[in-house]
């Protein structure tokens, strides 16, 4: 088991920036894919980013590819997504997700342990 816990959320002015982290416990998360995933009120969960093991391999939806930046140390088991230029439609509870494979890839979906997530509100 994983347990996944995000960080970092909060009220931030459009053009602003917050950092997020999810911090992982239970297991180390060196074979685990780990993404991002949003959902804003009244919409679908959404994918935002996503990070191979070694983190070499990253993608991002295009809402928010040049802004958002995801990142990992596998040596704290903690994620980051840098949230940059933040605009209102960023504005969402933000879950981090791990997915175990064997191999170094993206996964975007069947994520095997979600946070809780954690509230960005960006402000106009």
Do not use: H
Request: aromatic share 14%; hydrophobic share 35%; net charge neutral.
């Amino acid at each position: 088991q994983v347990q996944l816990v995000e960080s970092g959320g909060g009220l931030v002015q459009a053009g602003g920036s917050l950092r997020l982290s999810c911090a992982a416990s239970g297991r180390t998360i060196n074979n685990y894919a780990m993404n991002w995933f949003r959902q804003a009120p009244g919409k679908e969960r959404e994918f935002v980013s996503a990070s191979s093991w070694s983190g070499d391999a990253t993608d991002y939806a295009d809402s928010v590819k040049g802004r958002f930046t995801i990142s990992r140390d596998n040596a704290k088991n903690t994620v980051y997504l840098q949230m940059n230029s933040l605009k209102f439609e960023d504005t969402a509870v933000y879950y981090c997700a791990a997915r175990y494979s064997d191999y170094d890839t993206l996964y975007y979906y069947n994520m095997d342990y979600w946070g809780k997530g954690t509230l960005v509100t960006v402000s106009s």
